[in-house]
């Protein structure tokens, strides 16, 4: 390892940015392999780095962008590999996740996932990966006042997608026509 | 009960949240932290690259590390293959005459039809580990003869993972030195190899003396045409 600091910063974010990518993409191989692209693009831009006090919020730039392109990659060829990894994910889901049933769990996915991609960076950042909203926009890009809207935004779209919608029985709206 | 009764209950948020707060498993972060630790192992060691120019199969560019050599290029050019070896190693290769002698001598008389056998080290490293059993198992197909996916498959005692076989054999990082151009389709068709050079899988199977038949080729142990 060139660098004592670079390994130090391995050990003490590697798990943080992992959850992050596991939650953006939803697949533990793909996050895996962010993870390392991540690291590895880090280590290579890391000896022209001045600020080292911002090294984690630099870290969640690199896999913001990462997995931004994964995503894009992905967006054409969904499917099999999609379905084998809801069904992994099913496997995985805690005891407290199970009792949720496997099509609640595939609607939350998909709405959040619906979401334009600054919108769902914001929210994890925010909600899950407990960062400010001054980091989140270092990170996502924009203002902290921007970012503090992505957030807001992406909270009232998934309450309006996920809201029920309708009576029993009658088709949802959002299922459209065929 | 509708999905939506689900979320009814406890407010759309609170649903993301269960789907989204508690995070990748504990070994899944393990997992993934070992593998990184090892990347960024591998990324200390030096890759070196050279060239062998102008082959019966054209340029062919080889890479090594210190386990062996990682990575045979075909039908590339000098940026493109640099570029995927970095990708695959995470280190930046340089090239090297010196290094790369001893394997670039042994491929060049191989193609040129002066040796029948390959002696150079493989690091398989980088690849999955079914990918690693099928090139491993290709590597064990001798010269002058083919088998099919089929055949790869069961001898790897996955009799249906035909279309995976030729997935990681698509993905060879060392073709010849792994002859994964000794597998066929079960008509003796050559099929893809580096995406469409099916010319440069012909020649190499003719050169080590596999009978054609236009183009198709002969499967040992069959019985039809030419037996």
Not at chain 2, 201 to 224: F, H, N, T
Request: aromatic share 6%.
């Amino acid at each position: 390892m060139p660098d004592p600091t670079f390994e130090a910063l391995v050990e003490r974010h590697s798990a943080e940015i992992y959850a992050y990518l596991w939650r953006l993409l939803r697949d533990p191989e793909q996050a895996s392999d962010a993870l390392q692209d991540t690291y590895l693009r880090a280590l290579r831009a890391f000896p022209r780095l001045k600020h080292h006090e911002h090294l984690r919020a630099w870290l969640y730039t690199i896999a913001t962008n990462r997995a931004r392109s994964l995503v894009r990659q992905r967006a054409g060829h969904e499917s099999r590999q999609q379905e084998m990894t809801e069904e992994m994910a099913d496997l995985q889901a805690s005891v407290g996740q199970r009792v949720m049933d496997r099509e609640t769990r595939r609607r939350v996915r998909a709405a959040v996932e619906r979401l334009p991609s600054k919108q769902r960076e914001a929210l994890i950042l925010r909600r899950y990966q407990g960062l400010g909203y001054d980091e989140i926009a270092a990170i996502v890009g924009g203002t902290t006042a921007a970012a503090r809207m992505n957030v807001h935004l992406a909270q009232r779209r998934l309450k309006a997608w996920l809201q029920p919608e309708d009576e029993e029985g009658r088709p949802s709206r959002r299922r459209g026509v065929s | 009960m509708s999905w939506t009764k689900n979320i009814q209950g406890k407010g759309p948020m609170q649903a993301v949240d269960a789907v989204y707060a508690a995070g990748p498993e504990a070994r899944a972060v393990a997992a993934a932290q070992r593998r990184l630790r090892a990347a960024l192992q591998s990324q200390a060691e030096q890759v070196y690259y050279d060239v062998l120019p102008r082959s019966p199969l054209g340029a062919v560019y080889l890479a090594a590390g210190r386990d062996g050599l990682l990575a045979v290029g075909l039908a590339t050019d000098e940026p493109g293959f640099v570029r995927a070896v970095a990708r695959r190693t995470g280190a930046m290769p340089v090239r090297s005459a010196e290094r790369l002698r001893h394997a670039r001598q042994q491929v060049d008389e191989y193609l040129r039809g002066k040796r029948s056998a390959l002696q150079i080290e493989v690091d398989l490293s980088y690849v999955t580990p079914f990918q690693r059993a099928v090139l491993e198992a290709a590597r064990r197909i001798p010269r002058g003869t083919v088998i099919t996916y089929g055949e790869m498959a069961a001898r790897l005692r996955r009799p249906r993972a035909g279309r995976a076989v030729g997935q990681a054999l698509a993905h060879n990082p060392v073709p010849i030195l792994v002859p994964c151009h000794r597998v066929v389709s079960a008509g003796g068709e050559l099929r893809g190899y580096l995406g469409d050079r099916v010319g440069l899988k012909a020649r190499l199977l003719k050169l080590e003396g596999v009978p054609m038949l236009g183009d198709r080729c002969q499967i040992a142990g069959r019985s039809g045409a030419g037996r």
